[in-house]
């Protein structure tokens, strides 16, 4: 028979939770036309997924900055979350900031978090250097599986038979220096090696086109996906990224450069990535150049491309226009 229950009788649940938090600087925000996403975050038992989503100019709210938590995966269910998301002042102090109720949804935040006006006020203190700063605390209520499976470890491993030249069955050689590899991975990994060893089954190659330190962060990235030294080398690793058809490790590079633009190296940049077909780097330099055109027009760079490369120069002046500049503050090429 089933047991009584009596007015004495308690019963308990448990529900687990778990906090975190994290800070997102979003450079060069004066030039986010859009949608700006964050990197992926996982809460500590890694069994949800979010981004940080904010929109620059909301629909209907144009006028106001939008921010959300971007649930991407986990339980099926979903995970039931509290979140709060803060703009940073100069200071580090919380400029604007606003707090969520418990739900299972896919977006959670707000549409109207922030007006822009607020933010590009130089008076608010919020942007410094053009870097919009914003932080979040979540918290999770999650019931943690009992078995814990090991993350995938093929790249640490693979970087491993690289680093440590285990059973190597061919090598790189560039100006004297050798490097030993491994066939198989070369060819699965980059279609020019593929092609490379299937006409022609030598042992040994001889890389020509580039310098030691940039052959061996090729190898680095085709053995792991990772590139340590990209910021030092990006030009140099882009053009090896282009000669070998690897085209994410290109992207990287484009992407280290854009944050590298300065004055000084602007035009050269422009001149770099127009040369290999990068167009978000080549976007990048022309607005940045009509930006502090005063400035960059003073550099060796500048007479460059006004020198050999003139259609480069009409494609600054169409920029301008383009963004609708008056002519009275259109710089003078020409």
Not at 111 to 140: K, Y
Not at 182 to 199: E, G
Not at 246 to 267: G, W
Request: hydrophobic fraction near 40%; include cysteine; charge should be negative.
């Amino acid at each position: 028979p089933a047991a009584e229950m009596t007015s004495d009788d308690h019963f308990y649940t448990q529900c687990k939770a778990e906090s975190f938090s994290l800070t997102w600087n979003i450079t060069d925000f004066s030039f986010a036309d859009g949608t700006v996403q964050s990197s992926i975050f996982t809460n500590a038992s890694e069994e949800s997924k979010w981004t940080l989503l904010m929109f620059t100019c909301g629909v209907p709210y144009e006028e106001y900055l939008s921010l959300y938590f971007h649930w991407i995966s986990g339980p099926k269910t979903g995970i039931p979350i509290k979140g709060r998301m803060a703009i940073l002042n100069s200071d580090g102090e919380e400029a604007i900031s606003r707090g969520e109720s418990n739900t299972r949804c896919v977006f959670v935040g707000f549409d109207t978090f922030a007006r822009l006006e607020d933010i590009m006020n130089e008076e608010t203190g919020i942007l410094q250097n053009d870097t919009l700063t914003v932080t979040c605390e979540v918290c999770s209520n999650t019931q943690r599986s009992q078995v814990k499976v090991p993350e995938c470890s093929m790249a640490d491993d693979l970087g491993d038979l690289w680093d440590q030249s285990l059973l190597p069955d061919c090598s790189l050689v560039v100006a004297g220096q050798e490097f030993q590899a491994h066939k198989a991975i070369l060819a699965a990994r980059c279609p020019v090696f593929r092609a490379m060893f299937t006409h022609n089954m030598m042992e040994r190659q001889t890389i020509h086109e580039m310098e030691p330190e940039v052959l061996k962060e090729l190898l680095t990235f085709i053995y792991s996906g990772k590139a340590p030294n990209l910021q030092d080398m990006a030009a140099e690793l882009l053009v090896a990224a282009d000669m070998y058809l690897l085209e994410r490790l290109k992207r990287m590079c484009e992407e280290a450069l854009c944050r590298s633009l300065t004055v000084e190296n602007a035009a050269e940049i422009l001149i770099f990535a127009d040369l290999y077909l990068t167009p978000n780097l080549k976007e990048k330099s022309i607005t940045f150049i009509n930006q502090y055109s005063s400035d960059v027009m003073r550099t060796p760079g500048w007479k460059t491309i006004q020198k050999g490369h003139p259609y480069l120069m009409a494609e600054l002046f169409h920029s301008l226009v383009s963004a609708g500049a008056s002519p009275s503050k259109r710089p003078r090429f020409f």
